[in-house]
Antibody, heavy 120, light 107 residues
Framework: QVQLVQSGAEVKKPGASVKVSCKAS????????MHWVRQAPGQGLEWMGI????????TYAQKFQDRVTMTRDTSTTTVYMELSSLKSEDTAVYYC?????????????WGQGTLVTVSS | AIQLTQFPSSLSASVGDRVTITCRAS??????LAWYQQKPGKGPKLLIY???SLESGVPSRFSGSGSGTDFTLTISSLQPEDFAIYYC?????????FGGGTKVEIK
C-alpha cells in the first residue's frame, strides 16, 4: 500500500534551517510528482512547491523561492524539503503530498505531517 | 497568483441536510480543481478531483461541479463524520493555490 512517512517534529531557532524528509513506499517513486504543503496553527493550507522525482526538477512558490530547496534520493525513495532562514512565522505543520497520475488529479496520498516550531 | 475564494467561510447544518460550498477563482482554471476534507489534527483527504470526479473510496453523497471560475462541492445528506473543514485547490497554474476553507459545524 502507498505510504508517505515523514520525519519527526523539529524545534529550531530563528535564522536556522530545517530539513524534513518524506519516505515513499508502495508505488513506483519516479512515476509521481511530490508536493510540499504547509499549515500554520489554526490556518489554511499553503502550497510551497513541487518536485518531479524522475529528473529532480522543481518549481517553488515565489514566497519561498529564496529559502526552500526540494531534493530527492531515488535510491531511498525519499524526498526532502529544506527551509532556511527560519522565522517564527514558519512555525507550521509541513506535509508532503503525492499528486495522482491523471491530469488535475489532486493529492491522493499525504504524509502524516511534520511540526516545525521556530522559537528563540 | 490565482486567488480562490470559498464561501461561506463557515456554516452550521444538521445531519441529513444538503450542504453546498462554493469556490470562486479569480481567473479561469478550466476543470483543474480539487476538494479536500480535513478533520482536527489530521491531514487533508482528497474528495473530488478534476472538478467533478469522485476519488476512489469517497462516499457518493459528495459531488463536485463547475468549470472556469465557479465551482461547487455538495454533500447530499450530511453525516456525523462529515463535520470538518473543506478546502478547494486549483491545479491549473503555478503557484498552486488553496481556498481559505469552509468549516462545517453541527447545528
Amino acid at each position: 500500500q502507498v505510504q508517505l512517512v515523514q520525519s519527526g517534529a523539529e524545534v529550531k531557532k530563528p535564522g536556522a534551517s530545517v530539513k524534513v524528509s518524506c519516505k515513499a513506499s508502495g508505488y513506483i517513486f519516479t512515476n509521481y510528482y511530490m508536493h510540499w504543503v504547509r499549515q500554520a496553527p489554526g490556518q489554511g493550507l499553503e502550497w510551497m512547491g513541487i518536485i518531479k522525482p524522475s529528473g529532480g526538477s522543481t518549481t517553488y512558490a515565489q514566497k519561498f523561492q529564496d529559502r526552500v530547496t526540494m531534493t530527492r534520493d531515488t535510491s531511498t525513495t525519499t524526498v526532502y524539503m529544506e527551509l532556511s532562514s527560519l522565522k517564527s512565522e514558519d512555525t507550521a505543520v509541513y506535509y508532503c503530498a503525492r499528486e495522482g497520475r491523471d491530469a488535475y488529479s489532486g493529492y491522493d496520498y499525504w504524509g502524516q505531517g511534520t511540526l516545525v516550531t521556530v522559537s528563540s | 497568483a490565482i486567488q480562490l475564494t470559498q464561501f461561506p467561510s463557515s456554516l452550521s447544518a444538521s445531519v441529513g441536510d444538503r450542504v453546498t460550498i462554493t469556490c470562486r477563482a479569480s481567473q479561469g482554471v478550466s476543470s483543474a480543481l480539487a476538494w479536500y476534507q480535513q478533520k482536527p489534527g489530521k491531514g487533508p483527504k482528497l474528495l473530488i478531483y478534476d472538478a467533478s470526479s469522485l476519488e476512489s473510496g469517497v462516499p457518493s453523497r459528495f459531488s463536485g461541479s463547475g468549470s472556469g471560475t465557479d465551482f461547487t462541492l455538495t454533500i447530499s445528506s450530511l453525516q456525523p463524520e462529515d463535520f470538518a473543514i473543506y478546502y478547494c485547490q486549483q491545479f491549473n497554474t503555478y503557484p498552486l493555490t488553496f481556498g481559505g476553507g469552509t468549516k462545517v459545524e453541527i447545528k
